[in-house]
């Protein structure tokens, strides 16, 4: 049903009474798609159903089943919730964003990740994986540097026939948060005046209306920003209410917006923050060298360190040093243990406790992938190297 080759028809009576898969509450697909041919595939997507379903326990009943190397899950609310209110696009991203995380941490696999709209009854799952699947294949064309897409969140503008006027204020609304939420300003400065046009059309020929729906945006991206960063007081005195309850035309309340909207935005990329981008991924990585034998440490909570997102962590760590900061992180601690292996006595279990390592498991896994060989055998090709040299400048002598 998923692909759409059976019938919602014909399995309505079946699914008319269970317990489990009650379709007729809301529900969201959601799908989770490898970047590359893995051969550990099957692994990344049981620690992802585990790391997802652990996040969401609280309010989601979650189910996930792999369909042609895509892990696809039924998601539906818990306690009479819906995904509007009590979940929205925001809380959904914070419990893909962690699994993710925990594969790429686990298993150095990086999943894409997208989300459909929101769907009622047996028929929807064809047309909620057709959306999900149309916003995996946006994120990978055209949007490839996301850490995940909802197919509400796609910009639409070259779909035959979309016309935005169709759209509503808070579908745009969420489009503009979330473009701020993952540092796309081109893109939300576009929607912000798709927004700001949007307020001038017969829906809206109220002005007082108008203005109440323009402070409304400012609002929630003000809430939505300081969730995530200090603006700095200097913004925080900007009196939206005043400036824009003030305003006397369509044309002046959109130059207000406007104004707002580049003071945050110039604030929020601007060379006088704490650490520009170069200085960021240099503080990342020595914060990664300096806590590496913490096993507790993870890339979500090196994103709240520095306040910011692990989408943007990853993103800008990759464009900056060239693989991701998980990555960067195991190859740390491989030469921090490849050094305690020839100069000291400790066990391989001691030697994975003090790299940050649970599990030897781990160590030999990751020292493996990186090194091609297993410690025991990087110890004996040492030791041999170390022989055969010995032996020649004995000779020599």
Not at 6 to 14: G, L, P, T
Not at 95 to 121: C, F, P, T, W
Not at 251 to 259: M, P
Not at 342 to 361: C, F, H, P, R
Request: proline residues 2%; hydrophobic residues 35%.
């Amino acid at each position: 049903m998923l692909k759409g080759r059976y019938s919602s028809i014909d399995y309505e009576e079946y699914f008319k009474n269970n317990p489990v898969l009650n379709f007729h509450k809301e529900y969201r697909i959601i799908i989770f798609v490898p970047e590359n041919d893995y051969d550990n595939t099957l692994e990344a997507f049981r620690i992802c159903n585990l790391s997802f379903n652990d996040i969401s326990k609280e309010n989601l009943i979650i189910h996930m089943l792999e369909m042609d190397n895509i892990l696809v899950g039924i998601c539906f609310t818990k306690n009479g919730n819906t995904f509007d209110k009590d979940h929205s696009w925001i809380e959904m991203s914070r419990y893909m964003n962690y699994a993710q995380v925990k594969v790429s941490e686990k298993v150095d696999i990086h999943l894409y990740a997208a989300a459909s709209g929101r769907h009622l009854g047996l028929a929807g799952l064809k047309h909620g994986f057709s959306e999900a699947f149309e916003a995996y294949e946006y994120q990978k064309i055209y949007d490839d540097e996301n850490s995940l897409i909802f197919y509400n969140n796609i910009k639409f503008e070259n779909k035959e026939g979309y016309n935005y006027q169709e759209d509503t204020w808070y579908e745009l609304e969420r489009k503009f948060l979330y473009c701020i939420n993952i540092e796309d300003f081109n893109s939300s400065a576009k929607i912000l005046a798709e927004l700001l046009e949007l307020v001038g059309n017969s829906r809206y020929q109220d002005f007082q209306m108008m203005k109440y729906k323009v402070f409304g945006l400012f609002n929630s991206l003000y809430i939505n920003i300081l969730e995530r960063k200090d603006i700095g007081d200097e913004l925080l005195n900007i009196n939206a209410v005043y400036h824009i309850s003030n305003c006397k035309s369509i044309g002046e309340l959109q130059s207000k917006a406007n104004t707002i909207y580049h003071a945050l935005e110039k604030r929020l990329i601007s060379d006088d923050d704490k650490f520009s981008s170069n200085n960021l991924i240099q503080g990342v990585a020595d914060y990664l060298k300096d806590n590496y034998s913490n096993p507790d440490l993870s890339m979500l909570s090196v994103a709240d360190e520095f306040k910011i997102s692990p989408a943007y962590l990853s993103r800008l760590f990759k464009q900056e040093i060239g693989i991701g900061p998980a990555a960067y992180l195991q190859k740390i601690r491989i030469e921090a243990v490849k050094e305690m292996l020839l100069n000291s006595d400790m066990t391989i279990k001691d030697i994975s406790e003090a790299v940050g390592y649970q599990y030897v498991l781990t160590l030999n896994r990751n020292f493996k992938k990186i090194e091609g060989i297993t410690p025991s055998q990087y110890i004996a090709t040492k030791k041999y190297y170390s022989h055969m040299t010995h032996k020649k400048n004995r000779i020599e002598k």
